[in-house]
Each structure stands twice: as structure tokens, then as C-alpha cells.
């Protein structure tokens, strides 16, 4: 079982859709959790970071960690096209390594 | 904001030859900097971290002959990929992180594409 699961998708929605991911994972040691975007052919840049369980909101993007159920999500309000890009989630314990999801692929039509 | 540049972006080699991978933090000092290999669609996986002026701790079943790892100063860090073969083709990804903020302070430069033929 890999410590952090990501469905890879792909998921496609219409412009202006919320978009929900998710990941899920099983080390009860991680306190910090991250979303990344990256595009295609690019390296990752951070969106949200969150320590510990809550909610976070940044303009378009939310963020929520349930540490109780080891699930963290990534909300996308009023999706545009320039949204279309792998979204990644990361987990780490304060140490130096992160542990990445697989990435979910997101896809935004006009 | 801090910025990670890593080139060359992309690389075609031919099999049995050695190339090197550059990743520089240009605005803030990297006291650890990290590898990571990625296939398509799938995540990113840790090759090794570095610190600088010491040797890297690579990661279970990473080649430490065959990914060689200089953390050389605080603002360099380089990968080589030795004797390369086709399966050795894909994206690298190097990050740098400065000082120790929990889970935050991660750049990542933009990637190499390797292509091994």
C-alpha cells in the first residue's frame, strides 16, 4: 500500500465547475500537507499548504485536512481552462522528505 | 519569490554516455537539495537528498554509482546519469529547500527530459 493514494484521473470538467480532489494516506506521522500544480512538461509549484487538520482558502482554492480519517482534499471554485494540469498532493512529518500522491489529472472544456 | 533553475531542459543521449543535470537555487541558500525521477503519469519518486559539502542519501534502490550527486555549494547541486541506457529516459526534477520550516520551503526547478537512445 503506498502511503499516499491519488486517484490519477483523468478528470474532466466543464469551465466553471467546482472540482474536488482528493487523496487519502496512512502515515500517522505527517502533520504538513501540500497540493501542487504542475504543468505539462514543468516542474511542480506549491498552491496550498496546510499543517494539521483545518481549512485553508487561497481566491479560488480551498484546502481541508481531516486527520481523524487521513483525508485531504483540494477544492477548485469557478474552474477556468488555465486550471487544466496535474494536481499532486504531498505529505511529509516535518522532516525533509515529502511523499507525493500520483497526481490527478484535471482537464477544464470551455 | 525563491526560484530554482535546472538545466538542460532537455537532453537526448546516446546509450553508454554520461550526462550532467544542473539545479541552482538563484535567490535563496539550498541547505538541502533533492533529486527526483518521474515517469509519465505517475508521481514523483526521490532519487536522493543532499546537503551541501556532504554525500547524498539516496533512496532504496537508487544506484548511487549510476546517479552521481554533487551538493558542491549552497546554490549548486548537479546530477550525472552515468554510462545512461533507454531506461534510464525520463523527467527529472530537482527541489531545494532553505533552512527547515516543517513542510514548507520547497522549490522545485523545471524539469530535464532525458532521452537515452
Known amino acids: 500500500q503506498k502511503e499516499v493514494e491519488q486517484d490519477p484521473g483523468p478528470l474532466s470538467v466543464p469551465e466553471g465547475a467546482i472540482v474536488s480532489l482528493n487523496c487519502t494516506y496512512s502515515?500517522?506521522?505527517?502533520?504538513?500537507f501540500m497540493w501542487y500544480r504542475q504543468y505539462s512538461r514543468k516542474g511542480p509549484e506549491l498552491l496550498m499548504y496546510t499543517y494539521s487538520s483545518g481549512n485553508k482558502e487561497d481566491g479560488r482554492f480551498t484546502a481541508q485536512v481531516d486527520k481523524s480519517s487521513k483525508y485531504i482534499s483540494l477544492f477548485i471554485r469557478d474552474s477556468q481552462p488555465s486550471d487544466s494540469a496535474t494536481y499532486l498532493c504531498?505529505?511529509?512529518?516535518?522532516?525533509?522528505?515529502?511523499?507525493f500522491g500520483t497526481g490527478t489529472q484535471l482537464k477544464v472544456e470551455l | 519569490g525563491a526560484v530554482v533553475s535546472q538545466h538542460p531542459s532537455r537532453v537526448i543521449c546516446k546509450s553508454g554516455t554520461s550526462v550532467k543535470i544542473e539545479c541552482r537555487s538563484l535567490?535563496?541558500?539550498?541547505?538541502?537539495m533533492f533529486w527526483y525521477r518521474q515517469f509519465p503519469k505517475q508521481s514523483l519518486m526521490l532519487m536522493a537528498t543532499s546537503n551541501e559539502g556532504s554525500k547524498a542519501t539516496y533512496e532504496q534502490g537508487v544506484e548511487k554509482d549510476k546517479f552521481l550527486i554533487n551538493h558542491a555549494s549552497l546554490t549548486l547541486s548537479t546530477l550525472t546519469v552515468t554510462s545512461a541506457h533507454p531506461e534510464d529516459s525520463s523527467f527529472y526534477i530537482c527541489?531545494?529547500?532553505?533552512?527547515?520550516?516543517?513542510?514548507?520551503?520547497?522549490?522545485f526547478g523545471s524539469g530535464t527530459r532525458l532521452t537515452v537512445v
Open positions: 502515515n500517522s506521522a505527517f502533520q504538513y
Open positions: 527541489s531545494a529547500r532553505e533552512g527547515d520550516r516543517g513542510g514548507y520551503g520547497y522549490t
Open positions: 504531498a505529505c511529509t512529518g516535518g522532516g525533509n522528505k515529502l511523499t
Open positions: 535567490d535563496f541558500q539550498a541547505t538541502t
